[in-house]
């Protein structure tokens, strides 16, 4: 009888686990953009981290490089009040988002993971809203490089520019040799991203903090502006004339395939060549933007979790939370990403030599002052500031606008607020 009896309630305790398993195994609906070969397979690890957690994942990828749209999709689920659980939010949007109240604070499970003494204070600070953690990173991008593909160089005989004063000689040698010089895809943020290039390669990482960062007045109408306008003039004469509304990762294709020798992008260009087997030192090379040697233009993707009321729903976030943190998630993802991981202790002995390369120049710039945020990677100025001036950019590079005219309507984009 009292056998019978502890049986029975052993198997009520039993179901009791059970159920109480099952009512934790939370879903968690994550807004990102990762949509191309290489971002997929790298988001797809964090799919499998949490379903090992026990949680469901809830994909909600909106595609369009750069998040624009993502970013635009996930302002209407917030105002109907069906915020995701997760999305992917960075740089100083993460205080927009915090001054709304809507950010879960994260700063427990912070604490317990030790998150201040593994991430470096340009990462941490950025995750902070009021001192608290309301946003976890991922990674590292580095934004000024140059994809480079030596096959092409080789055979227009050209030498890889190292200045922009080098860089029309090299072109025009890969345009006389049938090959499409810059790859590009003509889409604000792209156009944007190799101007923010070009300006930190002719003014220097100091101009660019002034110019870019502080949105300096006589930064922004100085001469030097001027010459980058001229420069990136320059640049628009050597991409090909389909490059209109080209997504970003066919324009990496391109220099994959040969058909192009170059294009300026963030090192997630670098898990499209890893996706396609391809090895750097090899099959194509990583470059520093010329001008740019030892600079570098940080751009940290990192996720954000909405207030929600169910305690489900808090462990699944936390559970992300701890999931992007681990060591192997950020090895994994990074190997696939093209960036570096946000943690400093992750071993960085089977990354690549453009990732190490990326570290100890990551590492260096932040003690030289020459690391500086990408503002068209939404890094350095609020986002309705970043995208006055992104405007200016590409109506500039889209018109025959001058270099002058330019500068003023820089200058006059920079006061948005
Ligand atoms: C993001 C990257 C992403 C790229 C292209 C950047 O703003 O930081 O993670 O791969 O856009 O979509």
């Known amino acids: 009888m009292n056998t019978i009896r502890h049986k029975t309630k052993l198997a009520a305790a039993i179901t009791l686990a059970l159920a109480t398993f099952s009512a934790q195994a939370a879903e968690v609906e994550v807004l990102h953009w990762w949509t191309s070969g290489g971002e997929a397979k790298s988001v797809a690890e964090l ?5 090992a957690k026990g949680d469901t994942w809830k994909d909600f990828a909106v595609s369009g490089g750069g998040g624009e749209n993502a970013m635009t999709v996930l302002k209407s689920r917030v105002v109907a009040g069906d915020p995701p659980t997760a999305a992917q939010i960075k740089g100083p949007s993460i205080q927009e988002w915090g001054a709304e109240g809507v950010l879960a604070d994260l700063s427990s499970t912070a604490k317990a993971g030790n998150w201040d003494t593994l991430l470096p204070p340009v990462v941490s600070k950025v995750m902070k809203y009021k001192g608290n953690y309301v946003a976890v990173p991922v990674n ?32 025009d040698k890969l345009q006389k040799a049938g090959f499409i010089a810059v790859a590009h895809g003509g889409q604000p943020w792209q156009d944007f991203t190799i101007f923010e290039s070009v300006v930190l390669g002719v003014g220097g990482p100091e101009f660019y903090q002034k110019a870019m960062v502080d949105l300096d007045q006589t930064a922004l109408k100085s001469a030097t502006m001027t010459k980058a306008f001229d420069t990136f003039r320059t640049v628009r004469k050597y991409v090909d004339k389909d490059f209109s509304g080209r997504d970003w990762n066919l324009a990496t294709q391109m220099v994959i395939q040969g058909k192009a020798g170059m294009q300026f992008m963030g090192d997630w260009a670098k898990g499209e060549f890893t996706a396609a087997g391809k090895k750097p030192g090899k099959d194509y090379l990583c470059v520093d933007v010329p001008g740019t040697q030892g600079d570098f233009t940080f751009n940290i993707d990192s996720f954000v979790m909405f207030k929600q009321s169910s305690s489900d729903a808090k462990k699944g976030q936390e559970d992300l939370a701890n999931a992007i943190m681990s060591p192997s998630f950020q090895e994994t993802f990074n190997l696939n990403k093209g960036s570096i991981p946000a943690r400093l202790d992750v071993k960085m002995d089977k990354f690549d ?33 970043t995208g006055a001036i992104q405007d200016v950019v590409t109506q500039f590079f889209n018109s025959n606008m001058s270099s002058k005219q330019a500068v003023e309507k820089l200058a006059s984009a920079a006061k948005t607020q």
């Open 47 to 51: 799919k499998k981290l949490m379903q």
């Open 353 to 385: 030599d453009c990732a190490k390369k990326s570290n100890a120049d990551f590492v260096a710039s932040s003690k030289t002052g020459s690391l500086v945020p990408s503002i068209a990677h939404q890094m350095a100025v609020p986002a309705a500031t």
């Open 140 to 171: 590292v991008h580095r934004v000024n490089w140059m994809w480079v593909n030596p096959a092409v160089f080789n055979k227009a005989g050209a030498k890889v520019p190292t200045t922009w004063a080098e860089f029309p000689d090299a072109a």
